[in-house]
């Protein structure tokens, strides 16, 4: 290459290690026991896990049983949710104490408030923030397992379901 001009050097470099690079690409091959080739992994086994896999088939669909039921969308208007809501946060301190239904009241409450939120907030923005942070404060409960503040958000939400029926 040196014989080259500098113009017809620089195309052959590039050439060159294009080619050096494209050789280190080829199959790799390892004696490492803990290394799986391609047929270890289709035809080793892992295949002998899911032959001895005992899961529930629901057709060709694998069912899950501890999956949550298919829920139904949350329809009313605030006037009928909002005392739901307060219905459901009301049983949520125990229900987290005792190791109850505590998901799938959370689970109601965050689909009610998210049903009548625009709502909320469309007639009664006054009332918005706070009963967002009651659901907020009931979320918290669960996930941290305080049944103390699942009581604070109910008692802080009976006053805005007050102040939104006028009994407050």
Known sequence: MSGHSPELRRPMLVLAAIVLGLSACGTTTTDDPNVLDEADLTGGEGREIADDDVTPLDGEKIVDPDAPATTVAIEGTAGELLPEIGIDMSRLSSEIAAEGDEDETIARIEGAWAA???EIEADRPELLNGIQATVDM???AVDANRPADADKAFSLLTDLI????GDG
């Open 162 to 165: 007050d102040q939104f029926t």
């Open 138 to 140: 009931a979320r918290t």
């Open 116 to 118: 009548i939120r625009s």
